[in-house]
């Protein structure tokens, strides 16, 4: 699905797919797909499509999000959870795409997919890391940190949603007691299962004091699973989607709080291939748990347990990628693990 062939077939059958989804339309047209550069698990294209309809030429600019093919990073992909978790969070204060459109069947480009509106802003990227280039790095001070806190409050948006309200059972409720975070590591496990190698020593160590001082959640809310900066959509200094739903789950969110440092040490000083320093203006840690705590009134109790638990899900996710031909390929010699399991060997020795 990769090769430009198939992107181009592709094109065409969705053309034909969208003359029953838009039955009073005529004249039906598709831009060629365009694919972003960042992006290792689900598909992604952005595309324009037009049409007549009632005299008048109708157009909309959308995205087709498919399931990969090929190498599998997960163990699921779920492309209807998707959709649905979307489509409920659309009436929240939770900014999200408008879901369009989903469909199952695999014979129509030979996976299933859905289509949702494509929103204008910019990106904090991760193709070069925002901490050395993009509009953040050109941003004065103040604007970093603004960033930022947005962030951190769209986080918190997401961790109070009530789920009396919003419809997630879904996504699989937790039982009580440490479930929510035993089916974390289930599911890691699961993905270091698909090696078919053991697992490095340092991630066997790793999961051993993660259930060795595992903990019941005090609260249970929707996590994004993937929280970072790369998978905001901003308008100046202002949220307006929420991108990349695909790891999310209900659980203990200061998992979310957890990935969202990690992730920013990981595509800076933690980078392996080319480590740059954190970007400066950034808050820091401490200020981010304060500033999370004082706007959900929730004092947050495990950090440090869910920092851990972010390396080494982050870890298992690039002994996977080693095993991505097509991306290791641009990284002969070098190991990508390095420095996480050197992070999780210093955290482990705290």
Same mark, same amino acid.
């Given at each position: 699905?990769?090769?430009?062939?198939?992107?181009?077939?592709? #094109?065409? /059958?969705?053309? @034909?797919?969208?003359? =029953?989804? %838009?039955?009073?339309?005529?004249? $039906?047209?598709?831009?060629?797909?365009?694919?972003?550069?960042?992006?290792?698990?689900?598909?992604?294209?952005?595309?324009?499509?037009?049409?007549?309809?009632?005299?008048?030429?109708?157009?909309?600019?959308?995205?087709?999000?498919?399931?990969?093919?090929?190498?599998?990073?997960?163990?699921?992909?779920?492309?209807?959870?998707?959709?649905?978790?979307?489509?409920?969070?659309?009436?929240?204060?939770?900014?999200?795409? #408008?879901? /369009?459109?989903? @469909?199952?069947?695999? =014979?129509? %480009?030979?996976?299933?997919?859905? $289509?949702?509106?494509?929103?204008?802003?910019?990106?904090?990227?991760?193709?070069?890391?925002?901490?050395?280039?993009?509009?953040?790095?050109?941003?004065?001070?103040?604007?970093?940190?603004?960033?930022?806190?947005?962030?951190?409050?769209?986080?918190?948006?997401?961790?109070?949603?009530?789920?009396?309200?919003?419809?997630?059972?879904?996504?699989?409720?937790?039982?009580?007691?440490?479930?929510?975070?035993?089916?974390?590591?289930?599911?890691?496990?699961?993905?270091?299962?698909?090696?078919?190698?053991?697992?490095?020593? $340092?991630?066997?160590?790793?999961?051993?004091?993660?259930?060795?001082?595992?903990?019941?959640?005090?609260?249970?809310?929707?996590?994004?699973?993937?929280?970072?900066?790369?998978?905001?959509?901003?308008?100046?200094?202002?949220?307006?989607?929420?991108?990349?739903?695909?790891?999310?789950?209900?659980?203990?969110?200061?998992?979310?709080?957890?990935?969202?440092?990690?992730?920013?040490?990981?595509?800076?000083?933690?980078?392996?291939?080319?480590?740059?320093?954190?970007?400066?203006?950034?808050?820091?840690?401490?200020?981010?748990?304060?500033?999370?705590?004082?706007?959900?009134?929730?004092?947050?109790?495990?950090?440090?347990?869910?920092?851990?638990?972010?390396?080494?899900?982050?870890?298992?996710?690039?002994?996977?990628?080693?095993?991505?031909?097509?991306?290791?390929?641009?990284?002969?010699?070098?190991?990508?693990?390095?420095?996480?399991?050197?992070?999780?060997?210093?955290?482990?020795?705290?």
């Amino acid at each position: 699905m990769s090769k430009e062939m198939d992107i181009e077939n592709i #094109r065409g /059958r969705l053309k @034909e797919w969208f003359k =029953s989804k %838009i039955p009073q339309a005529s004249q $039906i047209s598709l831009s060629p797909l365009k694919k972003p550069v960042s992006g290792l698990s689900n598909q992604t294209f952005f595309f324009e499509l037009s049409w007549w309809q009632a005299g008048e030429m109708r157009v909309e600019n959308l995205v087709l999000r498919c399931a990969p093919t090929g190498f599998l990073m997960f163990p699921k992909y779920d492309m209807k959870e998707q959709f649905i978790l979307m489509k409920n969070l659309e009436n929240t204060a939770v900014p999200v795409p #408008r879901s /369009r459109w989903l @469909e199952e069947d695999e =014979s129509v %480009i030979g996976v299933p997919f859905y $289509i949702v509106d494509q929103v204008q802003g910019w990106i904090p990227g991760d193709h070069p890391p925002y901490h050395v280039a993009g509009p953040l790095y050109e941003a004065t001070p103040e604007e970093k940190a603004r960033i930022w806190w947005k962030a951190v409050d769209i986080m918190a948006k997401i961790h109070t949603l009530d789920l009396g309200e919003v419809d997630l059972g879904f996504l699989g409720v937790p039982k009580g007691g440490t479930d929510p975070i035993d089916q974390e590591i289930a599911y890691y496990d699961k993905m270091l299962k698909m090696n078919e190698e053991p697992p490095p020593p $340092i991630l066997e160590r790793t999961r051993n004091w993660l259930k060795e001082n595992i903990f019941e959640p005090k609260h249970v809310s929707l996590c994004w699973g993937d929280a970072r900066l790369a998978n905001l959509m901003y308008q100046s200094d202002e949220v307006v989607a929420v991108l990349d739903w695909e790891m999310a789950f209900l659980g203990d969110p200061e998992s979310d709080l957890g990935w969202f440092i990690h992730m920013d040490w990981a595509t800076s000083e933690g980078l392996q291939t080319k480590p740059s320093p954190r970007l400066a203006g950034l808050p820091g840690t401490q200020e981010t748990l304060a500033h999370y705590e004082r706007i959900t009134n929730r004092k947050v109790e495990n950090f440090f347990y869910h920092e851990v638990f972010a390396t080494w899900r982050m870890a298992v996710v690039y002994t996977r990628l080693a095993k991505h031909q097509r991306f290791i390929s641009n990284f002969t010699k070098i190991d990508i693990t390095r420095s996480h399991f050197d992070k999780l060997t210093r955290l482990l020795s705290l």
